[in-house]
């Protein structure tokens, strides 16, 4: 009896010793579980973080483009219609993103199109100035590749064109082109000479261009029925 009664509690020990073990393992599986499920939420609290910051970096350039271009509006009388702000924010919005990633976004060129064309009093006029300035540029573009092996212009300046074509007509682009150029190369030099660096260093400098046409653009819708 003494036998059969040490065998059976031997064995309901160890019934309580494996039924422990379960019980832990079950514990720690669900621990695992619940950090497994709690880390994807606090990594996408750090990208939302993130992406806040990288905002908020861009502040003192946002505001420095928004002081410029009031300042030109002001200048102007702030006269242009209801459709110059909706311009104004626009190109702001491309200079910007052009400037801190040297990208001209998408979206703010199809809008540009868009609006430029719905806007217009004459909607084939505008469609045919945007696809004109699309296409000087673009032949630009792979001339300029062609013939300094690498390029010149980026895409998404061919496709800003297009947007200011749209909003500026056939002619006024032309003076676009040239103010842009000009305050280009003026940038190009001056920088060197800022900085206290070699002039000859500029060769092989890139700049963002989308700023320099914006802004020329946005100075010829103000200022363009007084020029």
Request: charged share 15%.
């Amino acid at each position: 009896v003494d036998a059969r009664t040490s065998a059976a509690l031997n064995c309901r020990l160890a019934s309580v010793r494996v039924d422990a073990t379960e019980n832990s393992k079950v514990r720690i599986a669900s621990e695992n579980s619940t950090t497994t499920r709690a880390k994807p939420c606090f990594l996408d609290g750090i990208k939302v973080l993130g992406r806040l910051m990288a905002a908020v970096k861009h502040i003192p350039l946002i505001a420095v483009h928004m002081l410029i271009y009031c300042a030109v509006w002001a200048a102007q009388g702030f006269g242009g219609g209801i459709g110059t702000p909706v311009l104004g924010c626009l190109l702001i919005w491309v200079s910007c993103r052009d400037i801190a990633v040297f990208e001209v976004p998408d979206v703010a060129v199809f809008l540009l199109i868009v609006l430029g064309v719905g806007t217009a009093p004459a909607v084939i006029c505008a469609v045919g100035s945007a696809l004109l300035w699309a296409a000087i540029y673009l032949a630009f573009r792979e001339g300029a590749r062609a013939a300094l092996g690498h390029e010149a212009l980026g895409l998404g300046d061919v496709k800003l064109m297009a947007g200011i074509g749209a909003w500026l007509g056939p002619v006024a682009p032309v003076y676009v082109t040239l103010c842009a150029s000009v305050a280009a190369i003026v940038t190009l030099v001056a920088l060197p000479l800022a900085t206290r660096e070699n002039l000859a260093d500029i060769r092989g400098t890139g700049i963002a261009v989308g700023p320099f046409l914006c802004l020329s653009a946005w100075g010829l819708w103000v200022w363009g029925s007084s020029l």
